[in-house]
């Protein structure tokens, strides 16, 4: 396993994202992933199965110590008045005192910025948060969001092989933050793609673990896979074993060109383009 290290925080590079994972399914994955030696895992309130992940941890046998765990706050849950009884539900679901990262999930352009950072750095002092971060925040929103003064450590956005994250990318490395990356291998799409392909064959890896494998080897970068199949939570983690090279490396920096991003939904924010 390859860790980051950042502000005091000790992050397993590799984690297991729970989208769109529910009820049973959400805790047999986890529990899975945990078995095989994931220490890191990812859900939030939007996704409605922290229940499943709190239990899931908790009868796994792992100490809670040894998990790093995030969830993230809904938009609609950032203004004042909702934002910490909606941190304490969280808790209460994941069977925790706290969780290790805590995120605003999206902007929400009703709620100004240091209102809900102001929120999320109480949070923070509260203890309910051992460090803080966002999700979804385009250069634009992450000035507003420093400029509160509050220590965050990350921001979590869609990254994989197809989407130019580059200015965002060069941003959060200027100011010493990790970008963690959800859809890390677009949400299948890989899977076919013929550079990811050859690549692989060279390894013995297919177009999955390339791709993961190209994400662990970029500085300050964090991905959180997620699947439904036990044997492909099994397949993600197995990517520690063999080094892509420099060329290998710029061939797959080559396919962003194609700049597809598959999450955009009607609320997001202007994001930043290259």
Same mark, same amino acid.
């Given at each position: 396993?390859?860790?980051? !290290? ?12 729970? %989208? ?6 959400? !805790? =047999? ?41 995030? /969830? =993230? ?52 002092? =509260? ?11 385009? /250069? ?29 990318? /060069?941003? *959060? ?27 692989? +064959? ?24 997620? +699947? ?18 420099? !060329?290998?490396?710029? !061939? ?9 991003? *598959?999450?955009?939904?009607? %609320?997001?924010?202007?994001?930043? /383009?290259?």
């Amino acid at each position: 396993m390859k860790y980051i !290290q950042i502000k005091g925080a000790t992050i397993p590079a590799l984690g297991l994202g729970t %989208f769109q994972l529910a009820g049973d399914t959400a !805790q =047999k994955i986890v529990a899975h992933a945990l078995a095989t030696g994931y220490r890191h895992i990812d859900t939030a309130q939007m996704y409605q199965n922290e229940a499943a992940v709190g239990n899931a941890i908790k009868e796994s046998g792992v100490a809670r110590s040894e998990v790093f765990l995030t /969830t =993230k706050v809904l938009p609609t849950n950032l203004s004042k008045e909702k934002f910490m009884p909606s941190v304490e539900e969280s808790l209460q679901k994941l069977r925790t005192d706290y969780v290790d990262l805590l995120l605003i999930h999206w902007p929400n352009a009703e709620v100004p910025v240091e209102e809900y950072m102001a929120e999320l750095v109480k949070a923070q002092e =509260k203890g309910y948060a051992r460090y803080i971060g966002v999700s979804n925040h385009p /250069t634009a929103l992450l000035d507003k969001v420093l400029a509160t003064g509050a220590e965050i450590i990350t921001n979590q956005v869609e990254y994989h092989p197809f989407l130019n994250q580059d200015k965002l990318y /060069t941003y *959060l490395r200027q100011h010493n933050l990790t970008l963690t990356a959800y859809s890390p291998i677009a949400q299948g799409k890989v899977l076919g793609n013929e550079t990811l392909k050859s690549i692989g +064959s060279k390894y013995g890896k297919n177009e999955v673990q390339v791709t993961l494998r190209w994400l662990m080897q970029q500085d300050g970068v964090l991905a959180i896979p997620r +699947s439904a199949k036990e044997k492909n939570v099994e397949a993600n983690f197995n990517i520690f074993d063999f080094e892509l090279t420099p !060329q290998e490396v710029e !061939q797959i920096n080559q396919l962003k060109q194609a700049n597809t991003r *598959l999450i955009s939904p009607s %609320f997001a924010p202007a994001w930043d /383009t290259v």
